[in-house]
């Protein structure tokens, strides 16, 4: 055979033979991992034998989902990509909720699954799952490495392809016969790099031009400007321009809540007077957001009277539901940087904007001793103050959280906007509070919600994370059992939980210190020992089934139709 | 109303996957495909018609842009697609 008789030329430096589950291990280690949420088995025991001489910290959730939503919370607040790692299989079809979770979200979320080894691939074999096919729709892009040789270049892409531009989750996986593999292949780590982006000039001019003239201009405020990092500037265009501003969820806490420009948020359960802003102005300054319909209520009656500047990374946004007039596609904190449009003429509009927002204004003094859940939620933010961070699972807590809590900046702010997945928040809280150890991370969670992934307690328990939990109570599916009350004649269908289990018990047994209170009198010692408990603790917090969360949108109506309750 | 894409997409696994994937997803038949081998990458032919009214073939063309390892050769992106868009969304 020729080809044998001519050997190749070898480099003047072979690297020392390496597995493609010690050169993921390094690949990581060289992205300057911190930590990695994952489990173990069968099909990933290579990556797990190499991990222990790892520089980042493995953190042994309990559940794959938990590892996936405490890597989605920690890349939250850091802005950089998050990690976690299962086995094929079953491990890997418990990361889908997490992935989905981050592509609606747009969390930077580097996925890593094993699989069993190549030639059983496609055959059925014991824990074998396309995980690949599995989550095509739900990722940003996704990789099998068929040659250890691959995996430092597909490692560093793959942070590259969750970090850059719009973020997202990517997915590895790695057949177990390449993790066990090994090369001597050259190898760097180094990611690929895109050109920069050139921001339109004249839409540019346009957008300044509009701005400049515009009566009653308004800016829509998304998780886009997290995600760009431009909160600094967000803030700095809203005091040079004098215009007034409503969030969806993911904007909060861009501007700050005591900022008298910004009206609340916006849509289904926003703030009567963002929504009424909107419905009023006439032209909308939508910066890194995406026409969510919990956000527009009916779209062919939203802002009607607006023309529509629309600004993000992500081109693909841009008309997808509502038509913009000005569209700017590119890096939030790029462009802001360069608009700077003459401050329009908008003293009347600014001053019905804070009227109103003055008017509707939530009000805390509701009748009764319980514990009313939007005052408790309020005093807790308040008290926390800019270090809190909250961690919110979905239901009505999590609205009241965002309609109440006072929020330093969208880092302080996770949620499970897009996807809407209950149990997010006891593994969000775990993550973000590893990230940010000295912040006052609070998870806030329901009872429906918590005992989803309540098993991250232990998770807590075994590294002694400080996370805090309030965990409202109302023994039911409050969400569901409101639409039942007020869309399906109080038709009430599978929303008791009266059965809950003794919260504080379980979480006793666990290990974790916990206490209940159930009047408002309590509330706010309540609150003071939360905050001063030197490990994780939760608070159990027995609400009332009846209190709903005012106002509402009613599904499929304009965002002029807000319903409002007591009180 | 049919409108006919040409992508190169590169041959790592699943690509044609996720471009078929994306295009019924987002609300469009494929009427016709075609798949032909260019050395490093495949040229991919597809007729697409909505599934409804409300679909943009425009903002199918740039979800399809987003896909890493795809690039769409015809109908060519636009710098500015202000005007595509009011038209598709009258």
Same mark, same amino acid.
């Given at each position: 055979?020729?080809?044998?008789?001519?050997?190749?030329?070898?480099?003047?430096?072979?690297?020392?033979?390496?597995?493609?589950?010690?050169?993921?291990?390094?690949?990581?280690?060289?992205?300057?991992?911190?930590?990695?949420?994952?489990?173990?088995?069968?099909?990933?025991?290579?990556?797990?034998?190499?991990?222990?001489?790892?520089?980042?910290?493995?953190?042994?959730?309990?559940?794959?989902?938990?590892?996936?939503?405490?890597?989605?919370?920690?890349?939250?607040?850091?802005?950089?990509?998050?990690?976690?790692?299962?086995?094929?299989?079953?491990?890997?079809?418990?990361?889908?909720?997490?992935?989905?979770?981050?592509?609606?979200?747009?969390?930077?979320?580097?996925?890593?699954?094993?699989?069993?080894?190549?030639?059983?691939?496609?055959?059925?074999?014991?824990?074998?799952?396309?995980?690949?096919?599995?989550?095509?729709?739900?990722?940003?892009?996704?990789?099998?490495?068929?040659?250890?040789?691959?995996?430092?270049?597909?490692?560093?892409?793959?942070?590259?392809?969750?970090?850059?531009?719009?973020?997202?989750?990517?997915?590895?996986?790695?057949?177990?016969?390449?993790?066990?593999?090994?090369?001597?292949?050259?190898?760097?780590?180094?990611?690929?790099?895109?050109?920069?982006?050139?921001?339109?000039?004249?839409?540019?001019?346009?957008?300044?031009?509009?701005?400049?003239?515009?009566?009653?201009?308004?800016?829509?405020i998304?998780?886009?400007?997290?995600?760009?990092?431009?909160v600094?500037?967000v803030r700095?265009?809203a005091r040079?321009?004098?215009?007034p501003a409503?969030s969806?969820?993911?904007?909060l806490g861009a501007l700050h809540a005591d900022s008298a420009a910004h009206l609340g948020m916006?849509?289904?359960?926003?703030s009567?007077a963002?929504?009424?802003?909107?419905?009023?102005?006439?032209?909308?300054?939508?910066?890194?957001?995406?026409?969510?319909?919990?956000?527009?209520?009916?779209?062919?009656?939203?802002?009607?009277?607006?023309?529509?500047?629309?600004?993000?990374?992500?081109?693909?946004?841009?008309?997808?539901?509502?038509?913009?007039?000005?569209?700017?596609?590119?890096?939030?904190?790029?462009?802001?940087?360069?608009?700077?449009?003459?401050?329009?003429?908008?003293?009347?509009?600014?001053?019905?904007?804070q009227?109103?927002a003055a008017?509707?204004a939530p009000?805390?003094?509701?009748?009764?001793?319980?514990?009313?859940?939007?005052?408790?939620?309020k005093?807790?933010s308040e008290a926390a103050g800019d270090a809190f961070?909250?961690?919110?699972?979905?239901?009505?807590?999590?609205?009241?959280?965002?309609q109440h809590c006072r929020f330093a900046s969208p880092?302080a702010h996770?949620?499970?906007?897009?996807?809407?997945?209950?149990?997010?928040?006891?593994?969000?809280?775990?993550?973000?509070?590893?990230?940010?150890?000295?912040?006052?991370?609070?998870?806030?969670?329901?009872?429906?919600?918590?005992?989803?992934?309540?098993?991250?307690?232990?998770?807590?328990?075994?590294?002694?994370?400080?996370?805090?939990?309030?965990?409202?109570?109302?023994?039911?599916?409050?969400?569901?059992?409101?639409?039942?009350?007020?869309?399906?004649?109080?038709?009430?269908?599978?929303?008791?939980?009266?059965?809950?289990?003794?919260?504080?018990?379980?979480?006793?047994?666990?290990?974790?210190?916990?206490?209940?209170?159930?009047?408002?009198?309590?509330?706010?010692?309540?609150?003071?020992?939360?905050?001063?408990?030197?490990?994780?603790?939760?608070?159990?917090?027995?609400?009332?089934?009846?209190?709903?969360?005012?106002?509402?949108?009613?599904?499929?109506?304009?965002?002029?139709?807000?319903?409002?309750?007591?009180? | 109303?049919?409108?006919?894409?040409?992508?190169?997409?590169? $041959?790592?696994?699943?690509?044609?996957?996720?471009?078929?994937?994306? &295009?019924?997803?987002? /609300?469009?038949? *494929? !009427? =016709?495909?075609?798949?032909?081998?260019?050395?490093?990458?495949?040229?991919? $032919?597809?007729?697409?018609?909505?599934?409804?009214?409300?679909?943009? &073939?425009?903002?199918? /063309?740039?979800? *399809? !842009? =987003?896909?890493?390892?795809?690039?769409?050769?015809?109908?060519?992106?636009?710098?500015?697609?202000?005007?595509?868009?009011?038209?598709?969304?009258?």
């Amino acid at each position: 055979m020729s080809a044998a008789a001519s050997p190749m030329p070898k480099p003047a430096q072979e690297p020392a033979p390496r597995s493609g589950a010690r050169l993921l291990v390094e690949a990581l280690d060289a992205q300057g991992v911190e930590f990695v949420f994952g489990y173990p088995g069968g099909a990933i025991m290579p990556v797990y034998d190499a991990i222990t001489s790892a520089r980042f910290k493995h953190i042994l959730v309990r559940h794959e989902q938990g590892a996936a939503f405490a890597a989605d919370a920690y890349a939250r607040v850091t802005g950089k990509p998050g990690v976690c790692m299962a086995t094929s299989g079953p491990g890997a079809t418990n990361l889908v909720t997490g992935i989905a979770n981050a592509m609606m979200d747009s969390a930077p979320l580097v996925c890593i699954t094993g699989n069993v080894a190549s030639p059983l691939m496609g055959t059925d074999a014991f824990q074998e799952i396309d995980i690949l096919g599995v989550t095509l729709p739900i990722v940003k892009h996704s990789w099998i490495a068929r040659d250890p040789a691959d995996v430092p270049a597909i490692v560093a892409e793959a942070f590259h392809v969750a970090a850059s531009g719009r973020p997202g989750p990517v997915l590895i996986d790695l057949p177990k016969d390449v993790q066990i593999a090994m090369t001597r292949a050259p190898h760097s780590f180094a990611p690929p790099r895109d050109p920069p982006r050139r921001i339109d000039p004249g839409q540019l001019r346009r957008a300044e031009a509009a701005i400049g003239l515009a009566e009653r201009p308004l800016l829509y405020i998304g998780g886009g400007v997290r995600l760009a990092d431009a909160v600094d500037e967000v803030r700095a265009f809203a005091r040079a321009t004098g215009i007034p501003a409503v969030s969806t969820l993911q904007g909060l806490g861009a501007l700050h809540a005591d900022s008298a420009a910004h009206l609340g948020m916006m849509g289904m359960h926003g703030s009567r007077a963002a929504n009424e802003a909107v419905q009023a102005c006439d032209l909308l300054i939508v910066l890194g957001a995406r026409f969510d319909d919990r956000a527009t209520g009916k779209l062919a009656e939203f802002a009607p009277h607006a023309r529509v500047l629309h600004i993000d990374v992500d081109a693909a946004e841009i008309g997808k539901l509502r038509a913009a007039d000005i569209a700017i596609a590119g890096d939030l904190k790029s462009v802001l940087a360069v608009l700077s449009p003459r401050a329009p003429n908008i003293g009347a509009w600014m001053e019905r904007c804070q009227r109103d927002a003055a008017h509707y204004a939530p009000r805390y003094d509701a009748p009764g001793e319980g514990v009313y859940a939007p005052a408790l939620l309020k005093d807790l933010s308040e008290a926390a103050g800019d270090a809190f961070v909250a961690a919110c699972d979905v239901g009505q807590h999590q609205m009241w959280a965002a309609q109440h809590c006072r929020f330093a900046s969208p880092f302080a702010h996770l949620t499970s906007g897009g996807l809407g997945a209950m149990g997010y928040g006891l593994p969000a809280g775990l993550g973000a509070k590893l990230a940010r150890p000295e912040a006052h991370v609070v998870t806030i969670s329901g009872d429906g919600s918590f005992i989803m992934n309540i098993q991250e307690l232990a998770t807590l328990k075994r590294y002694g994370i400080a996370l805090k939990i309030v965990l409202l109570d109302n023994s039911s599916l409050g969400l569901v059992r409101q639409w039942q009350e007020l869309f399906f004649d109080k038709n009430f269908s599978e929303v008791d939980l009266s059965d809950n289990p003794d919260f504080v018990a379980v979480a006793q047994a666990f290990g974790i210190e916990a206490f209940r209170i159930s009047r408002r009198e309590e509330v706010s010692a309540g609150i003071a020992r939360l905050l001063a408990a030197p490990g994780p603790c939760l608070a159990h917090v027995l609400i009332d089934a009846r209190e709903n969360v005012w106002p509402l949108v009613p599904p499929g109506k304009s965002n002029s139709d807000m319903m409002h309750g007591e009180p | 109303m049919t409108d006919t894409f040409f992508i190169l997409i590169d $041959r790592s696994e699943g690509s044609l996957q996720r471009l078929i994937g994306l &295009v019924e997803r987002r /609300g469009f038949h *494929i !009427d =016709r495909m075609n798949v032909a081998d260019a050395g490093a990458h495949r040229e991919v $032919r597809l007729a697409v018609r909505g599934r409804d009214s409300g679909r943009c &073939v425009d903002v199918l /063309g740039r979800q *399809i !842009d =987003r896909l890493i390892g795809a690039r769409r050769v015809s109908p060519a992106a636009s710098a500015t697609y202000v005007e595509e868009v009011a038209v598709c969304t009258a």
